[in-house]
């Protein structure tokens, strides 16, 4: 055999040995890689990404958009389609404001096919992004949730987070309606990245819209009524309801300090509850009404039943006065809640007996949530009669020693207002188009015992009544004033600086249409609710009674 025959047949060898070599390494990739080759191919080539449904709009009773879902995009990349990792995220981060660097670490992670750059970006952004044709970047499709009114009721529209779920008020409470249902879609690119199929595996449905009881005219009025009390008293914050009696619709729902809805991270964590549910104080004289109604109702009293007063009374070991002093006075029933006596007020608690007094204050729903619907709603603090001390009846018919809210608050004096059916506070009219069912309340005292409270209420805003400077040119208002001391957390004893400043009221007083809560916490330089809320109630009266069209009378 020649030189040549042996090279010839060397070759030959070696093409064999290489060709055998590549026969092994294709049956091993085949088999004993072949599910970790499937993986990767589709990781690189198939992605699955989740497409967020447009989350349902929030409007008040008249169709004003308070939260709205405008077109974004989510901006994605397929790191290793990146040619230009350190320029791209230059560029990119001067459009959607994400650190650079942050940019960088996200397009240089290893054996990664896909990574979110930025959730939410809207679609004007997002298009700039689009502008720059980076082979490697994706976009899909989204929404991002805005509050074209800002400022107006954001503790009680609530916020979303960066996944769409709601995280504070009613975008939470009602996130079941509003969400919807996420959608799934199929992406699959060829061998260079290029897209050649998308597919939605599973539709997004869209939300349903919220449309609420809401007034925004009426909220936008109350928002700068308490926004003039913070001004003025200084206080730590204030809370107004409005509420139709006749319904429970709350036709306004606010509190102090505002909060920039669209950028709560903006406001301390104070600001941001919903005070209205979330916050339980003591009452104070507020209280007295129920003490009332409920002695009225068991025939204890009478509107006219006398009570010999003297400037103190002693119940067990406490000694309770009145708020400003006096001697000795003979008063009725009637006075005793127009001038807010203490003493009077006991002495007819005494008269139900702590059994009598702690059924009629459970009755008109303390001490439990009113089901309305937001969420975190406090139930109050309301004490057994088996935890009642000594000196209890003395405190607690003049609302001392129990908690509530506001939104108790204004679901009790609404009995009182509607003839005596306690019924939940509504916030939601419709959901998607469909109307809301109310649920049917139920009696708590008798028209009677209804009217005879109101037309004793009406006494707190006459001459001698303790908000008798706060008026309605036209319309008969009736209501109560409160001021409470707030407990000293260091010393478990009330306060001598603290006080709940507060007024609940409605109108017209013989027909009541339209009911007001103000509460004002820690009010600085006055304390008593005639002097801070009362006004307050006031200024919101007189613009929403004749907005609303209801008759002077």
């Known amino acids: 055999m020649g030189l040549i025959d042996r090279r010839i047949g060397l070759l030959f060898a070696v093409f064999l040995g290489l060709l055998a070599i590549a026969g092994v390494r294709t049956a091993w990739l085949g088999t004993v890689r072949a599910s970790d080759m499937k993986a990767a191919a589709a990781t690189q080539q198939v992605q699955e990404v989740t497409v967020p449904s447009r989350r349902g709009d929030i ?35 001067k459009l959607i404001g994400v650190p650079e660097d942050e940019l960088l670490r996200k397009l240089t992670l290893p054996d990664t096919g896909f990574v979110y750059l930025a959730r939410g970006v809207p679609a004007d952004v997002a298009k700039k992004v689009d502008d720059l044709e980076i082979e490697g970047i994706d976009f899909i499709s989204t929404s991002l949730r805005r509050y074209p009114r800002t400022w107006l009721a954001s503790q009680l529209v609530g916020s979303v987070g960066v996944d769409g779920k709601g995280l504070s008020g009613l975008e939470y409470s009602a996130d079941r309606f509003l969400r919807g249902s996420d959608g799934t879609r199929r992406l699959t690119k060829d061998a260079i990245g290029q897209p050649i199929g998308v597919e939605d595996v599973v539709p997004a449905r869209e939300g349903r819209d919220l449309k609420l009881t809401l007034d925004a005219t009426i909220q936008s009025k109350v928002e700068a009524v308490l926004g003039g009390v913070g001004q003025v008293y200084k206080p730590k914050g204030a809370t107004a309801i409005v509420m139709d009696p006749r319904s429970n619709e709350i036709l306004a729902l606010a509190n102090w300090p505002r909060v920039d809805a669209n950028d709560p991270a903006g406001a301390p964590d104070y600001a941001l509850q919903n005070r209205a549910v979330l916050t339980t104080y003591e009452p104070g004289s507020t209280f007295k009404a129920f003490t009332v109604a409920g002695a009225l109702e068991d025939g204890k009293v009478t509107p006219d039943t006398r009570f010999d007063l003297p400037p103190t009374i002693q119940v067990a070991d406490r000694t309770i006065g009145e708020s400003h002093d006096r001697g000795y006075e003979n008063m009725s029933t009637t006075q005793i809640l127009a001038e807010s006596s203490n003493v009077g007020a006991i002495k007819i608690g005494l008269e139900l007996g702590k059994r009598g007094f702690d059924r009629w204050v459970r009755a008109f729903g303390f001490g439990a949530p009113t089901g309305v619907d937001l969420p975190g709603e406090e139930m109050g603090i309301v004490p057994r009669p088996k935890e009642y001390s000594g000196s209890s009846m003395g405190n607690l018919p003049i609302g001392q020693g129990l908690a509530v809210t506001s939104m108790q608050m204004a679901a009790a004096y609404a009995a009182i207002a509607n003839g005596g059916t306690l019924q939940a506070p509504r916030i939601i009219d419709a959901v998607g188009g469909d109307a809301v069912s109310t649920p049917k309340g139920h009696r708590v005292i008798s028209a009677r015992t209804a009217a005879q409270v109101r037309e004793m209420l009406k006494g707190v805003l006459a001459p001698g009544g303790t908000a008798s400077e706060v008026s309605v040119p036209g319309y008969q208002l009736a209501g109560k004033t409160g001021t409470a001391n707030k407990v000293d957390t260091e010393t478990g004893g009330y306060s001598e600086s603290k006080y709940v400043a507060s007024f609940v009221g409605f109108a017209p007083a013989d027909d009541p249409e339209l009911l007001c809560v103000v509460m004002v916490d820690e009010p600085q330089g006055a304390i008593y609710g005639g002097q801070v809320a009362a006004p307050a109630f006031g200024q919101i009266m007189a613009f929403a009674l004749p907005y609303l069209r209801i008759a002077p009378k």
């Not at 405008?70 to 981060?93: F, M």
């Open 59 to 93: 409007l008040d009773r008249n169709g004003v958009q308070l939260a709205v879902s405008e077109p974004a995009d989510d901006i994605a990349a397929t790191p290793y389609l990146i040619k230009d990792p350190p320029g791209t995220a230059e560029k990119v981060s």
